[in-house]
């Protein structure tokens, strides 16, 4: 079990849907992550929340919109997504960012574009 | 271009032998370092890590060295066994507390 859950595992969606990835964590952790993982890359920090407040956007696109409404719980709401974005999504937290504990991650969304 | 770069893609080992896995970065100001592995299908599990004012790390089977002036981090899993075999990550911490990845390693541990 990793503490860190994340729903669906797996989705399919056309180009025009409007979906939502779900991470809950309950490791008491007030730090959470959202990583992009594409085919044989490294894995790409899109956000960071800490304390439910948004403290990085690495210049990701705006078809991706993400939501903390509280510490144990992040979404990733997704829309008009493009082919390129068919990847592996997946969700982390860590105690406090920044802190020398490792960041915990569930087991991803397998995320399709048609 | 890449601040952090596994070179092999796969490493294939004999079993009960010592796996080497290698990650090169190019930041200096990295402070922290760790190694995560991971089983299809599943998220990426913390293994191991390594501040950067240390040069060695030891767990049971594990050990991560670091070489500051040759910007060089390696694992070394000590006796390989087939529950070993996986993709491993190597990442580095940089000012910002974020987490920059290297590609992975996949590790087969060959009976």
């Known amino acids: 079990e990793t503490g860190v859950t994340q729903t669906p595992r797996h989705l399919v969606m056309g180009m025009t849907n409007k979906k939502s990835l779900k991470c809950e964590q309950h490791?008491?952790?007030?730090?959470m992550y959202w990583y992009k993982q594409s085919a044989k890359k490294p894995l790409e920090l899109m956000f960071v929340?800490?304390?439910?407040?948004?403290?990085e956007n690495n210049s990701v696109p705006s078809r991706f919109s993400p939501e903390c409404p509280n510490s144990s719980h992040l979404f990733l709401h997704l829309h008009t997504l493009q082919p390129e974005d068919s990847a592996l999504y997946l969700c982390?937290?860590?105690?406090?960012?920044?802190?020398?504990?490792?960041?915990?991650f569930g087991d991803g969304t397998r995320l399709s574009i048609l | 271009d890449q601040q952090v770069k596994q070179n092999s893609p796969s490493l294939s080992v004999q079993e009960g032998r010592i796996s080497i896995l290698n990650c090169d970065y190019t930041?200096?100001?990295?402070?922290?370092f760790l190694w995560y592995k991971k089983y299809p299908a599943e998220g990426p599990t913390f293994l191991i890590s390594?501040?950067?004012i240390k040069d060695k790390n030891e767990d049971g089977r594990f050990t991560v060295f670091l070489n500051k002036s040759a910007k060089h981090l390696s694992l070394h899993i000590v006796p390989s066994q087939p529950g070993d075999s996986a993709v491993y990550f190597c990442?580095?911490?940089?000012?910002?507390?974020?987490?920059?990845w290297g590609a992975g390693t996949k590790l087969i541990i060959k009976p």
């Open positions: 982390a937290s860590s105690f406090t960012l920044g802190s020398n504990q490792p960041q915990h």
């Open positions: 490791l008491g952790h007030n730090a």
């Open positions: 929340y800490s304390l439910e407040e948004r403290v």
């Open positions: 930041n200096s100001m990295f402070d922290y």
């Open positions: 390594i501040s950067s």
């Open positions: 990442a580095a911490r940089d000012s910002n507390y974020q987490l920059i």
